[in-house]
């Protein structure tokens, strides 16, 4: 590890040991967004040490809005960082050409830090208990119509301990206490995701949660760690596939917002001869005028549809991710973990279902007898003829991926060992 990622988890440490020793549970404040932590582009919730370096920041700020974006992504959506802001810097592992995992430093901002808006959907917002009990019936879970919020709390909390000896952990770390630090930053994850409010636990071991962590800063990353995996086993990643549509959606109907404006001041200029015009010879003006007039409605009216298309499958591609964990689930059993790819991961196993018609599938890869990702195929090459049943080794990235067939069980154990290295649970 990098001195400056050390230092910077160690000076993080020490803050979040601070406050457990006054009793408060950092994760667990209700001044933080109501929502999950994410990524204004793709969606995917920020996982591990950078999650809750993120909620420190929304906290100390006051972000009400749970999104954050990089300049670059920023810039490339027509959005700007304000003069004088400033970021906050995320870890990012990849493989050095000596094989080791190693981490970079780059940069995000909340979209409040804009000089634009970016209006967060209504389905999207906190609060909404039907979101929670959908989470709860994937899981098997079957909540009463009466429930109370804390019926809610404590379904997501004991499902957590669950899927935290399901997978291994309880076994894996040394004390009961170092488990439940772990389980409660899950449980908070997941309450955030469901909408459900979150609050501060009573007779939580948070002296002995600060003693740990200042003994050994790494406790703190390593339960962060873990904690996103496990929340990722209540979420099941259900709406990140959501948030990237909804955005790019949100993005065409502001372009068609000024399509309209242009179209609005265009259809003041006169057709033909208009007696108020001065007596110049303004017809080539005029024409030129219109014709830019007439392609900007039918911009408009293209990114409307576009958009309205986009909306629309947002629900289809919902369904397809469910079925998708069911096939999954029917494969590993029904304590398996089942998330999407994240860009700069490579996965190696088997492809045990394939989901969806057309170019629009998802692909089911084992990577363990308990653990398989969800791969979008519209973007893998065909030469890479991806089968059920063909072990493949797949990299996934912000264009899409590439595949490389491999029968060789020793290389994919050597790639998930890395994968597995980099997010720290032994399986």
């Known amino acids: 590890m990098t001195s400056a990622t050390g230092q910077r988890r160690e000076e993080f440490a020490e803050r979040v040991a601070r406050s457990l020793d006054a009793g408060i549970v950092p994760w667990q404040r209700k001044d933080l967004p109501d929502t999950s932590i994410r990524s204004a582009v793709s969606g995917r919730n920020y996982s591990g040490i950078?999650?809750?370096?993120?909620?420190?920041?929304?906290?100390?700020?006051?972000?009400?809005?749970?999104?954050?974006i990089t300049v670059s992504e920023a810039n490339k959506n027509g959005l700007h960082v304000r003069k004088g802001e400033h970021g906050v810097v995320l870890e990012h592992w990849t493989q050095g050409e000596d094989g080791k995992m190693k981490p970079r430093g780059y940069s995000?901002?909340?979209?409040?830090?804009?000089n634009g808006r970016l209006p967060i959907p209504e389905t999207e917002k906190g609060g909404n208990l039907e979101k929670a009990a959908e989470m709860l019936r994937n899981a098997g879970i079957e909540i009463p119509p009466d429930s109370s919020v804390k019926d809610y709390q404590d379904a997501i909390k004991k499902l957590t301990v669950k899927n935290a000896e399901e997978t291994g952990i309880t076994q894996s770390v040394h004390t009961p206490e170092l488990?439940?630090?772990?389980?409660?930053?899950?449980?908070?994850?997941?309450?955030?995701?469901?909408g459900i409010p979150v609050e501060q636990v009573d007779g939580a071991p948070t002296k002995s949660w600060a003693q740990s962590i200042r003994h050994d800063p790494s406790q703190l990353s390593k339960a962060a760690r873990d904690g996103s995996l496990?929340?990722?086993?209540?979420?099941?990643?259900?709406?990140?596939?959501?948030d990237a549509e909804l955005f790019r959606a949100s993005q065409e109907r502001a372009e068609a917002q000024k399509g309209q404006e242009l179209v609005s001041e265009a259809a003041t200029v006169p057709r033909g001869l208009d007696s108020n015009l001065p007596n110049a010879d303004l017809s080539g003006v005029q024409e030129s005028v219109l014709a830019a007039s007439d392609k900007a409605r039918a911009q408009v009216s293209d990114l409307r549809a576009s958009a309205a298309s986009r909306e629309t499958a947002v629900g289809a591609n919902?369904?397809?991710?469910?079925?998708?964990?069911?096939?999954a689930k029917k494969q590993l059993g029904n304590g398996a973990i089942v998330t999407s790819a994240a860009p700069g991961r490579t996965y190696s196993g088997k492809i045990i279902g394939?989901?969806?018609?057309?170019?629009d599938k998802t692909a089911i890869q084992a990577i363990s007898g308990n653990h398989a990702i969800l791969h979008d195929i519209r973007d893998i090459s065909a030469k890479s003829n991806i089968r059920i049943g063909e072990d493949v080794s797949l990299a996934a990235n912000e264009q899409g991926y590439s595949a490389a067939q491999s029968k060789d069980p020793e290389t994919h154990a050597q790639a998930n060992k890395n994968e597995l290295t980099r997010d720290g649970l032994k399986r």
């Open 50 to 68: 950078n999650a809750l370096y993120l909620m420190e920041r929304s906290a100390e700020k006051g972000y009400t809005d749970p999104r954050f």
């Open 108 to 114: 995000v901002f909340n979209v409040q830090q804009l």
């Open 179 to 194: 488990v439940a630090l772990r389980c409660s930053i899950a449980s908070t994850m997941a309450m955030r995701e469901a």
């Open 230 to 242: 496990l929340a990722s086993c209540v979420i099941q990643d259900m709406t990140q596939s959501k």
């Open 318 to 327: 919902t369904n397809k991710l469910s079925e998708a964990r069911d096939v």
């Open 354 to 359: 394939i989901v969806g018609d057309g170019p």
